[in-house]
């Protein structure tokens, strides 16, 4: 049993759109409710050349809007003074009066002695309610050719006579009345949706459904009608008036599964109970019914309408309407396809003196009289039915590092209970993944190499099922550090039909550049076989550096060299195992917390650093990558005299210094290099001594 659950964020339910059931291909019968009777003929004209008939009962009109595929009718035989044989659309006015609306001669398609298939040559569009009428012209009186049942309480044929009826505001005022009718059977393609009950479904009391022998009209007022102007669903009213549980299970097969719909709503019980039906019985109908159209493949979604409100039942009634409403939930929770609906709270109010929190009358609203509903009672039930109904929906299935560049991957779970299981995610007005900055203006969403189709993708019941969606955020927020960046998705179903958006968690995106102020400050020569690299302390004004941020990377590939193999916190690099007079240059790369990573620094020192041979007497020295004097408290300096270059060869911005600046620099580089010769001058007499 599917449950109505909340999302991210909930709205009110008006605002959504419902799930779209396409009907399937399959023609069906959508008119003339008695079967098509065959034998004898006794229904014609003995006296008449031409004879003009429309079928007015309830039990021969069209019960489906849409396009008409053929008619069906009995022939016992085919006169051969028949010179036309019409078959006709009529529709009944608001005024009472008749406009045909389509007619054409299929003389040429009856075959005698069987059931003939009559069908139009152009597409007839039809309304539900809307009436069959034929009739037929002839050389000489053709007598009965045709089979007609009679005993029809109310009138079922009206009968013109030698003068065809006018096409508009045809009065039949002095048309022959019978109560007798052949069976026309119409077929149209399968409806969304059926709906079978009793006679609250079928529209009382001042509407009957095109099920039973009556003359009852007021379609617009029915919960079919409701619910169809909510979603746009095409449906079949195939409620009956008296039925018990057990009238409804009998017929379920002929006025639910044959007619091919996608979702069946069914209503039934308080006829049982004013009758004393034993809940056993009651159970076993819903028992009976529940599993056919579980296993039925064309059904997607089966709608539960719990025993509504009834002003008219006793406190004993209402108690067992409640006790046989937990026990009909309790059975409709062990099929998946089944929603149980509640309108109680729609159309019921409180019965003083009542068990405590009953909603056992009906609204005064909403009351017709006492058992059924007015058209405003109806309304509300079609709403509670469409308040029910599945919708395709989403969940996102990560939370969003606190930092994202470039392409970011949004994982999501597609839902849905019965409807249309192919559903999109493609950017139209009302569906899609888009992006904001504020939570409040949205764009459409980039869609980057990676992740899931837009389109053709599949959702099944909640959890439902996993996608991706890979997000260009370098395209829709180029140049761009922003901490509070939201994606939010909706999908659909393949039309315009869609739930409302579900936003997920705030997240950073940084595609702005990379670390700046990124270089080597200098490098300490350690001991003939060891040096350790110093970084420049970068800046970054979005993310901020990364936890790691430092990659060091030596240049010259020489014995004993090493690099970075990952990235590391601190910002110096000590390089172990290297060869005596061997020279080595390094530069170092630094990434921020979003992931943007700068460029190589200038290859540092420009003159490489050489290790001197040891010794038992070497002091250690300092290197730094540009004329910039590096001072410290022991070790000697070098420093380089070349012009800095970067990875491309080009040149490098220079420092601006002062010429007294420039003169101690060149005096601290020839002190340096004087130690520097004394010190190997020493080395060499040591080895010689």
Same mark, same amino acid.
């Given at each position: 049993?599917?449950?109505?659950?909340?999302?991210?964020?909930?709205?009110?339910?008006?605002?959504?759109?419902?799930?779209?059931?396409?009907?399937?291909?399959?023609?069906?019968?959508?008119?003339?409710?008695?079967?098509?009777?065959?034998?004898?003929?006794?229904?014609?004209?003995?006296?008449?050349?031409?004879?003009?008939?429309?079928?007015?009962?309830?039990?021969?009109?069209?019960?489906?809007?849409?396009?008409?595929?053929?008619?069906?009718?009995?022939?016992?035989?085919?006169?051969?003074?028949?010179?036309?044989?019409?078959?006709?659309?009529?529709?009944?006015?608001?005024?009472?009066?008749?406009?045909?609306?389509?007619?054409?001669?299929?003389?040429?398609?009856?075959?005698?002695?069987?059931?003939?298939?009559?069908?139009?040559?152009?597409?007839?569009?039809?309304?539900?309610?809307?009436?069959?009428?034929?009739?037929?012209?002839?050389?000489? @009186?053709?007598?009965?050719?045709?089979?007609?049942?009679?005993?029809?309480?109310?009138?079922?044929?009206?009968?013109?006579?030698?003068?065809?009826?006018? @096409?508009?505001?045809?009065?039949?005022?002095?048309?022959?009345?019978? %109560?007798?009718?052949?069976?026309?059977?119409?077929?149209?393609?399968?409806?969304?949706?059926?709906?079978?009950?009793?006679?609250?479904?079928?529209?009382?009391?001042?509407?009957?459904?095109?099920?039973?022998?009556?003359?009852?009209?007021?379609?617009?007022?029915?919960?079919?009608?409701?619910?169809?102007?909510?979603?746009?669903?095409?449906?079949?009213?195939?409620?009956?008036?008296?039925?018990?549980?057990?009238?409804?299970?009998?017929?379920?097969?002929?006025?639910?599964?044959?007619?091919?719909?996608?979702?069946?709503?069914?209503?039934?019980?308080?006829?049982?109970?004013?009758?004393?039906?034993?809940?056993?019985?009651?159970?076993?109908?819903?028992?009976?019914?529940?599993?056919?159209?579980?296993?039925?493949?064309?059904?997607?979604?089966?709608?539960?309408?719990?025993?509504?409100?009834?002003?008219?039942?006793?406190?004993?009634?209402?108690?067992?309407?409640?006790?046989?409403?937990?026990?009909?939930?309790?059975?409709?929770?062990?099929?998946?396809?089944?929603?149980?609906?509640?309108?109680?709270?729609?159309?019921?109010?409180?019965?003083?003196?009542?068990?405590?929190?009953?909603?056992?009358?009906?609204?005064?609203?909403?009351?017709?009289?006492?058992?059924?509903?007015?058209?405003?009672?109806?309304?509300?039930?079609?709403?509670?039915?469409?308040?029910?109904?599945?919708?395709?929906?989403?969940?996102?299935?990560?939370?969003?590092?606190?930092?994202?560049?470039?392409?970011?991957?949004?994982?999501?779970?597609?839902?849905?209970?019965?409807?249309?299981?192919?559903?999109?995610?493609?950017?139209?007005?009302?569906?899609?993944?888009?992006?904001?900055?504020?939570?409040?203006?949205?764009?459409?969403?980039?869609?980057?190499?990676?992740?899931?189709?837009?389109?053709?993708?599949?959702?099944?019941?909640?959890?439902?099922?996993?996608?991706?969606?890979?997000?260009?955020?370098?395209?829709?927020?180029?140049?761009?550090?922003?901490?509070?960046?939201?994606?939010?998705?909706?999908?659909?179903?393949?039309?315009?039909?869609?739930?409302?958006?579900?936003?997920?968690?705030?997240?950073?995106?940084?595609?702005?550049?990379?670390?700046?102020?990124?270089?080597?400050?200098?490098?300490?020569?350690?001991?003939?076989?060891?040096?350790?690299?110093?970084?420049?302390?970068?800046?970054?004004?979005?993310?901020?550096?990364?936890?790691?941020?430092?990659?060091?990377?030596?240049?010259?590939?020489?014995?004993?060299?090493?690099?970075?193999?990952?990235?590391?916190?601190?910002?110096?690099?000590?390089?172990?195992?290297?060869?005596?007079?061997?020279?080595?240059?390094?530069?170092?790369?630094?990434?921020?917390?979003?992931?943007?990573?700068?460029?190589?620094?200038?290859?540092?020192?420009?003159?490489?650093?050489?290790?001197?041979?040891?010794?038992?007497?070497?002091?250690?020295?300092?290197?730094?990558?540009?004329?910039?004097?590096?001072?410290?408290?022991?070790?000697?300096?070098?420093?380089?005299?070349?012009?800095?270059?970067?990875?491309?060869?080009?040149?490098?911005?220079?420092?601006?210094?002062?010429?007294?600046? %420039?003169?101690?620099?060149?005096?601290?580089?020839?002190?340096?290099?004087?130690?520097?010769?004394?010190?190997?001058?020493?080395?060499?007499?040591?080895?010689?001594?």
């Amino acid at each position: 049993m599917f449950c109505v659950g909340f999302l991210f964020i909930s709205f009110p339910l008006s605002t959504f759109a419902y799930p779209v059931y396409q009907a399937g291909l399959d023609i069906v019968e959508a008119g003339g409710y008695p079967a098509i009777a065959t034998g004898s003929a006794n229904w014609g004209v003995s006296t008449h050349l031409n004879s003009y008939f429309l079928s007015i009962n309830n039990l021969f009109r069209i019960r489906e809007s849409g396009v008409i595929d053929h008619f069906a009718m009995y022939f016992n035989s085919k006169p051969a003074s028949l010179t036309t044989f019409y078959i006709q659309i009529w529709r009944k006015k608001d005024t009472g009066l008749f406009d045909r609306i389509y007619s054409e001669n299929v003389l040429s398609q009856i075959s005698a002695g069987q059931i003939s298939n009559l069908t139009p040559s152009t597409a007839w569009t039809v309304q539900e309610g809307d009436y069959i009428g034929y009739g037929f012209e002839s050389s000489s @009186a053709p007598g009965n050719f045709m089979l007609a049942t009679t005993g029809y309480t109310y009138t079922s044929t009206y009968i013109t006579l030698d003068s065809a009826p006018p @096409a508009t505001d045809f009065s039949c005022v002095t048309c022959g009345a019978y %109560t007798a009718a052949p069976s026309i059977k119409v077929y149209m393609s399968a409806p969304q949706a059926v709906f079978i009950g009793d006679s609250i479904i079928a529209g009382g009391p001042i509407h009957a459904a095109y099920t039973y022998d009556r003359l009852l009209e007021s379609r617009a007022t029915t919960i079919e009608y409701q619910l169809s102007a909510l979603t746009g669903y095409t449906y079949q009213n195939m409620g009956k008036g008296g039925d018990t549980t057990t009238g409804i299970n009998n017929r379920f097969t002929t006025d639910v599964l044959n007619l091919k719909p996608k979702i069946v709503i069914i209503e039934g019980g308080v006829n049982d109970i004013a009758g004393s039906v034993a809940k056993s019985t009651f159970i076993a109908n819903w028992t009976s019914m529940l599993a056919a159209a579980q296993a039925d493949s064309n059904i997607n979604t089966i709608i539960v309408l719990k025993i509504l409100p009834w002003t008219n039942g006793t406190t004993v009634q209402m108690q067992t309407r409640d006790d046989w409403n937990a026990s009909l939930a309790t059975l409709a929770a062990g099929y998946s396809k089944v929603i149980v609906v509640d309108a109680g709270s729609y159309v019921g109010k409180f019965r003083t003196g009542g068990d405590t929190g009953n909603l056992w009358d009906i609204q005064t609203a909403y009351n017709a009289d006492g058992v059924h509903y007015n058209q405003a009672g109806h309304s509300q039930i079609a709403q509670a039915i469409a308040d029910a109904l599945p919708k395709p929906s989403a969940t996102f299935a990560n939370d969003f590092s606190t930092w994202n560049i470039g392409s970011i991957t949004a994982n999501y779970n597609l839902i849905q209970t019965g409807g249309n299981t192919n559903t999109n995610i493609s950017q139209t007005g009302s569906s899609g993944v888009e992006y904001s900055t504020d939570g409040s203006t949205w764009y459409d969403a980039t869609k980057a190499t990676g992740g899931d189709a837009l389109t053709g993708l599949t959702s099944t019941a909640s959890p439902g099922t996993s996608h991706s969606f890979v997000w260009d955020s370098a395209t829709d927020l180029p140049n761009t550090e922003d901490s509070t960046v939201y994606l939010r998705i909706r999908p659909n179903d393949g039309t315009s039909s869609a739930t409302d958006w579900v936003v997920g968690n705030a997240f950073g995106v940084d595609n702005n550049v990379p670390p700046t102020n990124v270089g080597i400050t200098y490098i300490t020569i350690d001991s003939p076989t060891q040096l350790t690299v110093v970084a420049d302390t970068p800046t970054d004004s979005g993310s901020g550096l990364a936890a790691s941020p430092y990659w060091f990377t030596e240049t010259t590939g020489n014995p004993g060299a090493s690099s970075s193999t990952d990235w590391q916190t601190s910002n110096t690099f000590t390089d172990s195992g290297l060869t005596s007079n061997v020279q080595y240059t390094y530069k170092v790369k630094v990434k921020d917390a979003a992931g943007n990573i700068s460029d190589y620094s200038v290859t540092s020192p420009q003159t490489p650093v050489t290790l001197g041979g040891g010794g038992s007497s070497y002091t250690p020295t300092v290197t730094t990558p540009t004329t910039t004097t590096v001072t410290t408290s022991n070790p000697e300096e070098i420093a380089s005299s070349q012009t800095p270059r970067n990875d491309e060869g080009e040149t490098a911005a220079q420092p601006t210094q002062s010429t007294e600046t %420039t003169i101690a620099q060149l005096k601290s580089q020839l002190i340096v290099l004087i130690t520097q010769l004394i010190q190997m001058l020493t080395e060499q007499v040591a080895l010689m001594r």
